[in-house]
Every structure is written in C-alpha cells, then in structure tokens.
C-alpha cells in the first residue's frame, strides 16, 4: 500500500513558477513509477510528467521545457518544478505512482494561473 500527499498549489501570475511536492508513504516507494497529471474543469485528466525508479522521464508535450519532475528515493518524494506558468496550465494536479497491476493517487492539489 502507497498513500500519497500533494503540497505546493496555489494562485499565481501568468509567468510565475510553483513548485509541487508529493509525499509517499511506503518503503517500497522507489520501485513505484511516478508521476504528476492534471485535471482542468470540464476535461479529461491528463498525464504531465513521469519519472521512473531509476529517473528517466518523460513530459506532455504542453509542458516541455517548462515542467521539470524529479525524485529522491530516500525521502520518498517526487517533486514538480512547474516555470513559465500559462493560464492553461490551471487544474487540479495529481500525484500518481504506480507499477504492475498497483496505482495510487493522491487527493490533489489545485493550481490557479491568473492575473
């Protein structure tokens, strides 16, 4: 079993960055996939960005070169540096981690671009 926290949402200007950390409990957190998605009002949740245990990743296209995620595996965290923000990027971000047939989410944490 993984449980999941996500902190680090919150209003911020066009342009702005943000950065969003999620919390696993576990000890077997470092052999989980992770990843951060998002859901917009009225839209499909999306995925953002994965990173695997061993730290390859891979971003929406949306989000490329804007949006770095990384993990520390003795802290069990995964984190999402998020520059450049866009008005589109307003959602509900999700913290994910997954692996075979095991996938756990986190409640998520909102982010609002806006002037």
């Known amino acids: 079993q993984v449980q999941l926290v996500e902190s680090g949402g919150g209003l911020v200007q066009p342009g702005g960055s943000l950065r969003l950390s999620c919390a696993a409990s576990g000890n077997l957190f470092s052999l989980y996939v992770a990843g951060w998605f998002r859901q917009a009002p009225g839209k499909q949740r999306e995925l953002v960005a994965t990173i695997t245990s061993g730290g390859s990743t891979n971003y929406a296209d949306s989000v490329k070169g804007r949006f770095t995620i990384s993990r520390d595996n003795a802290k069990n965290t995964v984190d999402l540096q998020m520059n450049g923000l866009k008005p589109e990027d307003t959602a509900v971000y999700y913290c994910?981690?997954?692996?075979?047939?095991?996938?756990?989410w986190g409640q998520g944490t909102q982010v609002t671009v806006s002037s």
């Open positions: 994910k981690a997954y692996r075979s047939v095991y996938n756990y």
